[in-house]
């Protein structure tokens, strides 16, 4: 899921550590020990030079020992023992340690890191989020070079476990513990996967062996009841049905009815999709929540469409309150900004990912998924 965003995030966390390496180092101004200054004469031609070495008197050469010796001496000394060039030394070592990242350097480099969330889908908010906490860790606090590259990572990774601390739904507990019918209704607009997702939520019941029944709620879409009758066929489902154009809460009325005479689990309600600007549509699913009185409203949003799915979560949340989202088309989805932001934006945990076209491509979601998918 997180092609692009996995291989980019790894190669700019890296730059930023770079560049904030950079930005915190100190320069080694560690001042040249004083040395005696003995002259000796060097010789100019090559034969002088013959002659001169042999000719240099004992007590020069001595001397250029001394100081080759006191040269090795004062390295060593100040990486060891000599109290006073110690200090010197731990001093420096100190301000390379304590060096700190101001607030403007930091901005300038998180811009790098901005540009490829924004461009790989995650919301603004979200992207908000991460640079003040990334901030938190590195503005003005005493940092060690080594360290820069895990730090950014840790923070990161609490950002990212932090965007999903919203309550969760246990979809199977719930339907076990409340009570029957259970009923569910899902939102979203046209062609973003409700009816492909309610018959993979049906497949998982029939496994876990729950009852269910389908109310073709979308009355309003061109062949919508054909396809969700084949899915039905296809699963050994009943599905309850009127015709095109008839009031879809009537629908899903008749579709409880059935399941209460049947003793039948769980209600599953499929909608139109409702471009979440047009007013008129949306009451129509205000009626359908007041007639069916749904369990749960689940929100199916297209993972691909990014910003996009995030804007209609809101507004569909705005009109009839989703409890839960589901994002189909994550196996298609190689940025993976929708699966990142949309609960933080929300505060509506993500239940499920749609991961294919067959019944079975329905995965649990986990955050630990995201945390592992984009290599933190
Ligand atoms: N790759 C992929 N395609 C999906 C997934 N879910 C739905 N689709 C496809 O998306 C298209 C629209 O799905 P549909 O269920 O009809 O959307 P609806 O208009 O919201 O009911 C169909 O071609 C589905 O096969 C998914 O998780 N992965
Ligand atoms: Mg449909």
Redesign the pocket.
């Known amino acids: 899921m997180f092609k692009f965003l996995k291989e980019k995030l790894k190669r700019t966390i890296s730059k930023f550590s770079r560049k904030v390496e950079e930005e915190t180092r100190v320069e080694e101004t560690i001042e040249e020990p004083k040395q005696e200054e003995v002259k000796i004469e060097i010789p100019e031609t090559k034969e002088e030079q013959k002659e001169g070495i042999s000719k240099q008197p004992e007590e020069v050469k001595k001397e250029q020992k001394k100081v080759e010796k006191q040269e090795i001496k004062e390295e060593t000394t100040i990486k060891q023992e000599e109290p006073e060039k110690k200090g010197f030394f731990g001093k420096l070592k100190e301000k390379i340690v304590t060096k700190k990242l101001s607030y403007e350097k930091f901005e300038n480099l998180f811009s790098d890191l901005e540009l490829i969330l924004m461009e790989n889908n995650v919301a603004l908010e979200v992207i908000e989020k991460i640079k003040s906490d990334l901030e938190k860790n590195l503005v003005e606090k005493p940092i060690k070079r080594t360290k820069i590259e895990e730090i950014i990572k840790q923070s990161l990774k609490n950002s990212i476990d932090d965007l999903f601390k919203v309550e969760e739904i246990n979809l199977l507990r719930k339907i076990k513990y409340e009570e029957k019918p259970f009923v569910i209704a899902f939102f979203?607009?046209?062609?973003?996967?409700?009816?492909?997702?309610i018959a993979k939520i049906a497949n998982l019941l029939k496994e876990k062996n729950f009852s269910c029944v389908l109310a073709a709620s979308?009355t309003f879409?061109a062949a919508?009841i054909e396809?969700l009758q084949i899915h039905a066929d296809n699963l050994g489902i009943k599905l309850i049905k009127h015709d095109y154009g008839s009031d879809p809460a009537a629908v899903a009325f008749d579709a409880i009815k059935h399941a209460k005479a049947k003793n039948i689990d769980v209600v599953l309600i499929?909608t139109a999709?409702r471009l979440h600007s047009n007013e008129n549509l949306m009451q129509e699913m205000k009626k359908i929540i007041r007639v069916a009185k749904p369990n749960l409203k689940i929100f199916?949003g297209e993972s691909i469409t990014g910003n996009d799915c995030v804007e209609q979560a809101k507004a569909f949340d705005k009109t009839v309150g989703i409890d839960g989202i589901i994002l189909?088309?994550?196996?298609?989805d190689e940025k993976g900004g929708t699966a990142i932001s949309i609960s933080y934006v929300t505060k509506k945990p993500i239940m499920y990912l749609?991961?294919?076209?067959k019944y079975e491509?329905l995965k649990e979601f986990e955050p630990n998924l995201i945390v592992e998918g984009l290599g933190l």
């Open positions: 979203g607009i046209n062609g973003s996967g409700k009816t492909t997702t979308d879409r919508s396809q499929d999709g199916v189909a088309k994550a196996d298609i749609g991961t294919g076209q491509d």
